[in-house]
């Protein structure tokens, strides 16, 4: 998770010239650490915490097309938070959605598809977006 420098440093400042001491988050991972991609999320709550699972589902074919399908949904790890944690995730979230659309305009449910016209366009392309 990245964190705002200046901010923490503005806060830091702000806090020592008021005499109040200062805290300083160190954010580690340790050698076990792993990242997932998931392509949905999935879970409930209790009166005393909320579980979500983050999961990726893979299309499995049986026998002719005109036959059921199958999608495997596999759980790849589930997180628990407590009520105030979820909270706090909630408005995490918020402020980084906002933020996102504020740059690359509104999230869409939909995934555009692309024409058979379109896919021929190979120059056409814009540049990779990544982590700021």
Known sequence: MAENVESRENI???ASKKGKK?????FLKPEDF??????GAAGGHSPYDFRIGFYNDTPK???DASESRVIERRVETE???SPVA???LNRWLTQHINEYESVFGP???SIP???KKESVKVDESTDIQGYI
């Open 12 to 14: 830091e400042s702000e």
């Open 22 to 26: 200062s805290i300083t988050i160190e």
């Open 34 to 39: 792993r990242q997932i991609y998931a392509i």
């Open 61 to 63: 074919m049986f026998g």
């Open 79 to 81: 997180v628990i938070l």
């Open 86 to 88: 979820a909270l706090e």
């Open 107 to 109: 999230i869409s449910r």
């Open 113 to 115: 598809r692309m024409t």
